[in-house]
T-cell receptor
């Protein structure tokens, strides 16, 4: 069974631009979560989706948004990028109700 | 709000030695997970602990959960260099999100 995939793997953007990251969960998994990892703040929860519904959102500004499609694939969008948005963005999926999460390889975003 | 604390943050140990990483959390939860992360890589699931008293072992690592004390431990037996990585605990908040600990960066010296 294929694991969680994330695209792109690396991204360099300029301040003020926007970016969209994509995550394809393990087949059959319906819950997708997103996390931001930085050296200073560690792993922080962004949001969780289940069957196209956002069930929880972390303490991030409204510039961070996401969605989930009917095939469980998920995207997150960050608008008006700031230098502090540089991070590793990790996506995780689980087959139901936030049980064991399996993480994708991450997208490394660098904002210059 | 649920808070998760890990200690130590950094751990440098000699090969062959034993040590324990601690994960304390602030509110009730009976689901806790341990992950390993190698530099520049994603998180690899190590253990899933789903009830009070749960104990899991894999190779030189053993994890346990005491929900009454709100404490989980990750014990390393006879450390080897390949165990060098950062270890995270994560607690299920019960509201569709995990809260991660700060991580413990382990370096095993030959």
């Amino acid at each position: 069974k294929a694991g969680v995939t994330q695209t792109p793997r690396y991204l360099i953007k300029t301040r003020g631009q926007q970016v969209t990251l994509s995550c394809s969960p393990i087949s059959g998994h319906r819950s997708v979560s997103w996390y931001q990892q930085t050296p200073g703040q560690g792993l922080q929860f962004l949001f969780e989706y289940f069957s196209e519904t956002q069930r929880n959102k972390g303490n991030f500004p409204g510039r961070f948004s996401g969605r989930q499609f009917s095939n469980s694939r998920s995207e997150m969008n960050v608008s008006t990028l700031e230098l502090g948005d540089s991070a590793l963005y990790l996506c995780a999926s689980s087959w139901r109700e936030m049980r064991e999460q399996y993480f994708g390889p991450g997208t490394r975003l660098t904002v210059t | 709000e649920l808070k998760v604390e890990q200690n130590p943050l950094f751990l440098s140990m000699q090969e062959g030695k034993n040590y324990t990483i601690y994960c304390n959390y602030s509110t009730t939860s009976d689901r806790l997970y341990w992950y390993r992360q190698d530099p520049g890589k994603s998180l690899e699931s190590l253990f899933v602990l789903l009830s009070n008293g749960a104990v899991k072992q894999e190779g030189r690592l053993m994890a346990s959960l005491d929900t009454k004390a709100r404490l989980s431990t990750l014990h390393i037996t006879a450390a080897v260099h390949d165990l060098s990585a950062t270890y995270f605990c994560a607690v299920d908040s019960g509201t569709y999100k995990y809260i991660f600990g700060t991580g413990t960066r382990l370096k095993v010296l030959a």
